[in-house]
């Protein structure tokens, strides 16, 4: 069953959002040539702490940190390490914030120093799927409309999306029904609803779609780069609500 949230307990996410938002954009400006993904996680970690709330993701499921850093090839839940950037990787940054009894989460990609026309297209598109999958989320509409259109949108553009993880319904768990594929058909899945909170979070590569299991994150099985932008979102009355835009 997928929760329905109050009034109350939406203006709540919303700012467990806009402070997830603060500390994201402190943690992006410091995505540079040379800096470890362990450094960008203690950021992340002491901003968390700072401003009130706990990291989500630290301990969920035996993950052993609070940011999420994907690069290149990896997909998402890049295990920070000694790992140093390099000009040209592109990086994503996948944070969850619990605050008040309510989870919200965002990932961004961003790139390190100078990158390859390529990359940058990569990057331009699935921020692009993502913007279209939110349009689609309207009351009435189903999971699948979302789906479908960014998958339409994605092919189109001669990429993939990744099929085996998806996107979740968010609030008291950080993970919760329904789970929101990127991919599938029209009039498909639950229908959306007003009060309803979860998160769309498309990810996209410039190969295959298909995927690996690592020790240090999922990957794309062919090597190909791999992007993903998520944003946390209400329904309203009126239609979505982006709570985590920065």
Request: proline letters at 4%; one cysteine or more; hydrophobic letters at 35%.
């Amino acid at each position: 069953m997928i929760p329905i949230k109050t009034k109350q307990e939406i203006e709540i996410i919303a700012e467990g959002a806009k402070i997830l938002v603060q500390i994201m954009e402190r943690i992006k400006q410091k995505v540079v040539p040379g800096i470890k993904t362990k450094e960008l996680n203690e950021t992340a970690k002491g901003l968390i702490l700072e401003l009130g709330g706990t990291p989500s993701f630290e301990g969920h499921e035996g993950f052993p940190a609070c940011l999420c850093t994907s690069i290149n090839e990896q997909i998402v839940h890049g295990i920070p390490s000694e790992r140093v950037l390099r000009k040209g990787d592109i990086i994503s940054l996948d944070l969850g914030f619990f605050y008040k009894g309510f989870h919200t989460d965002m990932a961004i990609t961003v790139p390190v120093g100078e990158i390859s026309a390529e990359a940058q297209r990569l990057i331009s598109v699935t921020k692009t799927a993502l913007k279209i999958g939110i349009k689609k989320a309207k009351p009435g509409n189903t999971f699948g409309d979302i789906g479908n259109a960014i998958q339409k949108y994605v092919e189109s553009q001669d990429l993939n999306v990744v099929r085996e993880l998806v996107g979740h319904g968010i609030g008291r768990n950080l993970h919760e029904e329904p789970q929101i594929l990127n991919y599938g058909e029209k009039g498909k899945g639950s229908e959306i609803k007003e009060g309803m909170t979860f998160c769309l979070e498309p990810m996209v590569t410039l190969g295959d779609w298909h995927i690996k299991k690592t020790d240090q994150a999922f990957e794309t099985r062919d090597g190909s780069l791999s992007a993903h932008f998520e944003h946390t979102i209400a329904m309203t009355k009126k239609g979505p609500k982006i709570l985590t835009r920065l």
